[in-house]
């Protein structure tokens, strides 16, 4: 096992690409503890049958907009541990609103996408500084989207907020070099995820897939390898990589 007696957090491990991220790190070894927000009915199924490792994914609750409310899970993961090897960024929310609505896009829409989306991460990337630069460092893996590299997704905030992802990933490489490296996968349409049932219907979804070089969307199982490759390098940092099929706008 490749990560055995490592420790890692993955936010949003209720839903079907943190769930996987979730139980492939267990399965590799790590003690993993997952974090569920809104999907309560969901996180036993995110993380209960994840014990295909020696470790299970043990689910907390997280609010991740509330500093509060992180310091509290990074409390518990230092008292429990004493270190954190990796932090895996997938929670995300979003809505679908046409990008010419922008009367749809209301403020409180906007605050809570960017909030969770990007004030969240950097907000868990900076409690868990100390632990992830501890016993020779660690990783963080941010879960963005192609909609952050081209003007596309389910509204203009989801797209911004993963832009801003995108680079926020670049400037905590630089922030917490040299003892862990900040990398960020950038998926287009994955199958068979609520996520791409609530952002896309289904005649948007056979668009995509006809615009990628490959004809296809990703698998939850290639976002989850792309995770597995940085955590387990030594060399690699801030970078961004699409898992999309091929899509030539993202081709950079």
Same mark, same amino acid.
């Given at each position: 096992?490749?990560?055995?007696?490592?420790?890692? %957090?993955?936010?949003?491990?209720?839903?079907?690409?943190?769930?996987?991220?979730?139980?492939? %790190?267990?399965?590799?070894?790590?003690?993993?503890?997952?974090?569920?927000?809104?999907?309560?009915?969901?996180?036993?199924?995110?993380?209960?049958?994840?014990?295909?490792?020696?470790?299970?994914?043990?689910? $907390?609750?997280?609010?991740?907009?509330?500093?509060?409310? *992180?310091?509290? =899970?990074?409390?518990?993961?230092?008292? &429990?541990?004493?270190?954190?090897?990796?932090?895996?960024? @997938?929670?995300?929310?979003?809505?679908? *609103?046409?990008?010419?609505?922008?009367?749809?896009? #209301?403020?409180?829409?906007?605050?809570?996408?960017? !909030?969770? @989306? %990007?004030?969240?991460?950097?907000?868990?990337? &900076?409690?868990?500084?100390?632990? %992830?630069?501890?016993?020779?460092?660690?990783? $963080?893996?941010?879960?963005?989207?192609?909609?952050? *590299?081209?003007?596309?997704?389910?509204?203009?905030?989801?797209?911004?907020?993963?832009?801003? +992802? @995108?680079?926020?990933?670049? /400037?905590?490489?630089?922030?917490?070099?040299?003892?862990?490296? =900040? #990398? /960020? *996968?950038?998926?287009?349409?994955?199958? #068979?995820?609520?996520?791409? #049932?609530?952002?896309?219907?289904?005649?948007?979804?056979?668009?995509?897939? !006809?615009?990628?070089?490959? !004809?296809?969307?990703?698998? =939850? !199982?290639?976002?989850?390898?792309?995770?597995?490759?940085?955590?387990?390098?030594?060399?690699?940092?801030?970078? $961004? $990589?699409?898992?999309?099929?091929? +899509?030539?706008?993202?081709? &950079?």
């Amino acid at each position: 096992m490749r990560l055995a007696d490592k420790v890692a %957090l993955v936010t949003g491990a209720s839903g079907a690409i943190g769930g996987a991220i979730a139980r492939r %790190l267990a399965s590799e070894g790590a003690l993993v503890t997952g974090t569920y927000a809104d999907h309560t009915d969901m996180a036993h199924e995110g993380g209960g049958d994840s014990t295909q490792g020696r470790a299970a994914v043990q689910m $907390i609750h997280l609010d991740q907009r509330s500093p509060a409310a *992180i310091d509290v =899970v990074v409390a518990e993961m230092s008292k &429990r541990f004493s270190r954190l090897d990796i932090l895996v960024n @997938n929670a995300a929310w979003n809505v679908r *609103i046409p990008f010419d609505d922008l009367d749809a896009l #209301n403020g409180d829409v906007w605050d809570r996408v960017i !909030e969770t @989306n %990007l004030r969240g991460p950097f907000l868990l990337a &900076r409690a868990c500084a100390s632990l %992830l630069k501890g016993d020779g460092g660690g990783h $963080i893996v941010n879960i963005s989207s192609i909609g952050g *590299i081209v003007p596309i997704g389910s509204s203009v905030a989801y797209a911004v907020g993963k832009a801003g +992802l @995108n680079h926020l990933t670049r /400037c905590l490489a630089v922030a917490m070099a040299p003892e862990v490296a =900040v #990398n /960020c *996968i950038a998926p287009g349409l994955v199958e #068979n995820t609520g996520m791409s #049932n609530t952002a896309m219907d289904p005649a948007s979804q056979e668009a995509a897939r !006809e615009a990628t070089l490959l !004809e296809t969307g990703a698998r =939850v !199982e290639d976002v989850v390898d792309q995770m597995m490759s940085f955590v387990c390098s030594t060399s690699i940092t801030g970078q $961004i $990589i699409s898992v999309d099929g091929g +899509l030539p706008g993202t081709m &950079r």
